[in-house]
C-alpha cells in the first residue's frame, strides 16, 4: 500500500469511526478497532484500501442519536423540575415565614399594651422609685424571669390591684415565644431549600451542557441526516396527535368541569411568547420561562392564579380525561410529572421546551401524558 493510498484511508475512515465510536458510548457498547467497528457497523469495502457505510447504518445511527438525546431531554426535565419544584417550595415558605412574622408583631404590640396598662396600675398602687423600676422590668421582660416567677409576681399585682387579664398576658408571652421556635424553624427549613435548589439547578445545567455537546457532535457528524429525520419524526409526531384528538372528540364525557370562560384568554397569553428563550426556573415576560412558569404567566392574565412547579400544578389543578383536553387545559408529562404545556386543540400544545429551545408549538405525545389539569 503506497503512502499516499494510507493518506487517503486514514482521511475517509477517521470521521466515521469518530462517529461510529461516539454512537457506542451513546449505546453503552464498547469502542472497537477501526476495522472491527467498520465490518460490526455495516461498513463495505471499496477496491482494496476504502470503506463506505451504507446508507441504512446510516440510518440507524441517526435513530439511535435521536433517541438517546429524547433519554437525556427527560432526564433534564426532571432535573429542571426538581429546581423548579424547590423555587416553588421556597416561594411558599416565604409566605408562611411573613405571616409569622406579622402574628409575632401583632403580638408584641398587644403585649406592650397590657404591660402598659399593668404597670400604670402598679405605680399608682407601690410607692417608692425602687419598687416601681423593679417591677416595670419584671413587666416589660419576656426572657430573663422564669414563667413561674413572673406569672407570681403578677398575679400578686392583679390581685391587689383588681386588674383582670392577667391569663390572656401570660398567654400572649406563651404565644409570642412558640411563633419564635416556629419562626426560627421556618427559616432553616428556608436555607435548606435554598441549597437544595442551588444544587439541582447546577445537576439541571450539566445535564443541559451534555445534551448540548451530545447534539453539536451528532449534527457534525451527521448533518443533514440527522436535520432531516428530525423533520420527519415532527411531521409524523403532528399528524399522529391530530389523529389521535379527532378520536377523542367522537367520546362523550359528564360530570367533569367545564373548561373556564378565560381559557381563551390564557392560551392568547401563552401565544404572545412564542419564541421567546427557555431558562431554567424563569418566569419573566418576553426574556425567558421555563415550562411552569410559562403556565403561571399565561393563566395569570386570565385572572387565575395556580402553583409554581409542574409538579405543584398538577396536584392542585382538577383533573380531567386525557380525552377530553380542551384549549387552555395544562398537558403534563412523564412520570414523575417533569413537564408542562398548553393545549391548543388539534393535538398541538404550546410550551417551553427545554434549554437551547423556546416557546413553540408541537405536537401532543398522547403516549406520554400523565394528566391533564384543568384551572378555572
Known amino acids: 500500500m503506497t503512502r499516499g493510498a494510507v493518506g487517503r484511508f486514514r482521511r475517509t475512515v477517521s470521521p466515521l469511526t469518530g462517529a461510529i ?3 457506542s458510548l451513546v449505546l453503552g457498547l464498547a469502542p472497537a478497532t477501526a476495522g472491527a467497528t467498520a465490518k460490526g457497523a455495516g461498513l463495505v469495502g471499496v477496491g482494496a484500501n ?11 445511527e441517526v435513530e439511535a442519536i435521536l433517541d438517546e438525546l429524547d433519554r437525556l431531554e427527560e432526564q433534564m426535565d426532571q432535573l429542571a423540575e426538581d429546581y423548579a419544584e424547590a423555587l416553588n417550595d421556597g416561594i411558599e415558605l416565604d409566605k408562611e415565614i411573613a405571616a409569622t412574622e406579622g402574628r409575632i408583631k401583632a403580638k408584641e404590640i398587644e403585649l406592650a399594651a397590657m404591660q402598659a396598662q399593668l404597670q400604670n396600675v402598679a405605680l399608682k398602687t407601690f410607692v417608692g422609685k425602687s419598687v416601681s423600676n423593679s417591677l416595670a422590668s419584671i413587666l416589660s421582660s419576656t426572657g430573663t424571669l422564669s414563667d413561674a416567677v413572673r406569672r407570681s409576681y403578677l398575679t400578686s399585682v392583679a390581685l391587689n390591684t383588681g386588674v383582670s387579664g392577667l391569663d390572656e398576658l401570660q398567654g400572649i408571652i406563651e404565644d409570642i415565644a ?9 427559616r432553616t427549613r428556608a436555607g435548606g431549600i435554598a441549597d437544595y435548589a442551588k444544587k439541582r439547578l447546577a445537576a439541571a445545567e450539566a445535564s443541559a451542557n451534555l445534551y448540548t455537546a451530545r447534539q453539536a457532535q451528532a449534527l457534525r457528524d451527521l448533518g443533514d441526516l440527522l436535520r432531516n429525520e428530525q423533520s420527519r419524526r415532527a411531521k409524523a409526531a403532528l399528524e399522529d396527535a391530530a389523529r389521535i384528538a379527532a378520536e377523542f372528540t ?3 364525557y359528564s360530570n367533569i368541569p367545564a373548561p373556564s370562560s378565560a381559557a381563551g384568554t390564557a392560551v392568547k397569553a401563552a401565544l404572545s411568547q412564542l419564541g421567546v428563550t427557555y431558562k431554567f426556573g424563569a418566569l419573566s415576560p418576553g426574556v425567558a420561562f421555563d415550562c411552569s412558569g410559562l403556565m403561571v404567566y399565561a393563566w395569570s392574565k386570565a385572572g387565575v392564579g395556580i402553583p409554581r412547579s409542574s409538579r405543584s400544578q398538577y396536584a392542585a389543578l382538577t383533573r380531567i380525561p386525557t380525552g377530553a383536553a380542551q384549549p387552555g387545559d395544562l398537558i403534563f408529562t412523564r412520570n414523575p410529572v417533569g413537564h408542562v404545556g398548553m393545549y391548543l386543540g388539534n393535538g398541538q400544545m404550546i410550551a417551553s421546551p427545554r434549554t437551547g429551545d423556546v416557546v413553540k408549538v408541537y405536537a401532543v405525545s398522547w403516549s406520554k401524558v400523565t394528566g391533564v389539569g384543568r384551572p378555572k
Open 250 to 252: 367522537k367520546t362523550k
Open 21 to 23: 465510536c461516539c454512537v
Open 178 to 186: 412558640r411563633e419564635r421556635k416556629q419562626l426560627e424553624s421556618q
Open 50 to 60: 476504502r470503506w463506505v457505510q451504507t446508507s441504512d447504518q446510516k440510518q440507524r
